[in-house]
């Protein structure tokens, strides 16, 4: 069997930033970040704050310019944001004078799709998200996590065949926030997206990822890839108390600290 083929690419990627109210000087940021990302798998970043997590995510995204090296996905240079990506951000961002389903309308604009594709795209990824009843809804009507479902669905219209998500949970209550989890594992090993969380949450990482990149500060840079070996899909229920669990978080914690 042939290896899985590398979907995202960063080679040696470095970015650096002016210190803010001093012209002359800038720091570094990101410090020559290189590893792959495969077709359909799922990457947690990881690590202290200002790290620089959010800048490598923007990088790889097409938000921001590399300084040094180079992004690719499915072998084209990252220049601009690239058509085959889905965002979903830590506020959900979405319009507030649109409702949920003119919010998706116009996230699919740009793919020019005659009026029936358009109705069945967006049906479908309600569905996905279960906003089927939601549709008419303004985001202010809606609550936090139904405000990220919907932030998703808008992410999904356009069948993103890589997903970037930006602490897309972290404003969310426990309880809403593990439903969701759940739900968002199940709707992305459906899809087959591959896809890159940044999270400050060790169990969130354990809980969706193939893979954890662990980063470190000053410069932000990466410490250490860890392979999460559990089946998926993962349920919270399976995961609960499982020892070996327990024991790749306290791991992943460790190297997050520093401890070694
Ligand atoms: N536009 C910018 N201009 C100047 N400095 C910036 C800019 N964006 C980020 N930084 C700085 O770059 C470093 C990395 O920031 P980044 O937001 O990528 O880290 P992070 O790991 O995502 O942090 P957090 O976990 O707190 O969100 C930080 O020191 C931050 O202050």
């Not at 495969?38 to 202290?48: D, K, N, P, V, Y």
């Not at 180079?70 to 319009?95: H, K, T």
Request: proline residues 7%.
């Amino acid at each position: 069997m042939s290896a899985p083929t590398a979907c995202i690419e960063i080679e040696h990627v470095s970015k650096r930033y002016q210190r803010p109210g001093r012209k002359a000087e800038s720091f570094l940021a990101v410090s020559d970040v290189h590893f792959d990302i495969r077709q359909g798998e799922f990457i947690s970043l990881i690590g202290a704050s200002g790290c620089g997590k959010t800048t490598l995510l923007r990088m790889m995204s097409g938000l921001i310019p590399v300084d040094d090296g180079q992004i690719r996905i499915n072998g084209n240079p990252v220049q601009g944001v690239p058509g085959s990506i889905g965002f979903v951000f830590q506020e959900p961002a979405l319009l507030p004078w649109k409702t949920v389903r003119e919010n998706m309308v116009f996230a699919l604009k740009a793919k020019e799709l005659p009026p029936d594709e358009v109705d069945a795209a967006i049906a479908a990824k309600l569905e996905m998200t279960s906003l089927q009843d939601f549709a008419g809804y303004f985001p202010s009507a809606l609550s936090g996590g139904m405000q990220q479902r919907a932030g998703l669905a808008r992410a999904l219209a356009c069948d993103p065949d890589v997903l970037f998500m930006d602490e897309p949970l972290s404003a969310l209550d426990a309880f809403t926030r593990r439903r969701l989890q759940q739900d968002i594992a199940t709707i992305i090993e459906g899809i087959g997206a591959t896809t890159v969380l940044v999270t400050h949450d060790v169990d969130e990482a354990v809980f969706f990822s193939d893979r954890i990149v662990v980063m470190g500060t000053s410069p932000g840079s990466v410490r250490d890839v860890v392979e999460v070996p559990f089946p998926t899909p993962r349920t919270h229920a399976e995961l609960l108390g499982d020892p070996e669990v327990a024991k790749l978080r306290d791991h992943v914690l460790g190297i997050v600290l520093g401890l070694h």
